[in-house]
């Protein structure tokens, strides 16, 4: 990607990783969610002889951490409080800006969905062979907008849309069901309804994820049999 953007890679070796197994937050080891920030902080630090200024994309927009951060707490550092912990980073050489929190992450999704250099290269999490799974909350959210924007089989060289199809539905009543405390899938509730896509209702999705939770643990007990 960065060959074909003509852009330098710069390659550092940090140990940050083996810090926060032995720090509490949460409970939690090292995750992007939890430490994320300072691992790409940490980055750039060691390069501020050589950077002025470095753009962290953001997690949430300001009026999501506002209405949602404090489910975050002890949880995620980027969904808790990045809007005001990345500039309290900087230094007096090196600038840390936090970018995009004026944008929900449908919004940022819809910006680039036009853009070629991403049918080809988008990068989630899950990649295997070049593929990305497909299935995974990052998947499942990112395909969900572009579906709503009629998008979805544009990226279908460097996504899995078998596997996404096969969990669409359960998607959207895992959303329906998780709106009120979570802020990605209300955005995603919100970016079908606003492109006119029917979404299954709250007592729907509650009805569905209960017998298919029942169905699991009838299963399980079966199979321990």
């Not at 800006?97 to 853009?115: F, L, M, P, S």
Request: aromatic share 14%; glycine share 6%; net charge positive.
């Amino acid at each position: 990607m960065a060959d074909e953007l003509n852009l330098p890679i710069y390659q550092v070796i940090s140990n940050i990783h083996a810090f926060p197994h032995s720090m509490e937050w949460g409970g939690h080891g090292f995750n992007a969610g939890a430490w994320g920030i300072l691992a790409t902080s940490s980055c750039m630090l060691s390069l501020q002889g050589t950077l002025k200024r470095y753009y962290i994309p953001s997690t949430l927009g300001y009026e999501e951490i506002k209405d949602f951060g404090k489910y975050y707490r002890d949880y995620d550092m980027a969904m808790f409080c990045e809007s005001y912990l990345v500039p309290l980073l900087s230094t007096e050489s090196l600038e840390l800006i936090v970018d995009g929190c004026q944008y929900k992450r449908t919004h940022k999704t819809e910006n680039i969905a036009n853009w070629e250099f991403a049918k080809k290269h988008l990068n989630l999490a899950c990649k295997k062979d070049g593929i990305n799974c497909g299935h995974c909350w990052k998947c499942m959210r990112t395909l969900a907008a572009l579906e709503a924007m009629g998008k979805l089989e544009e990226f279908g060289a460097i996504f899995d849309l078998a596997a996404y199809r096969k969990y669409a539905f359960l998607n959207k009543c895992r959303v329906r069901y998780e709106q009120a405390n979570n802020p990605f899938s209300k955005d995603i509730i919100e970016c079908y309804e606003a492109h006119g896509y029917a979404m299954p209702s709250l007592l729907f999705a509650r009805i569905y994820l209960f017998a298919r939770r029942c169905a699991g643990f009838v299963k399980r007990k079966i199979l321990q049999k």
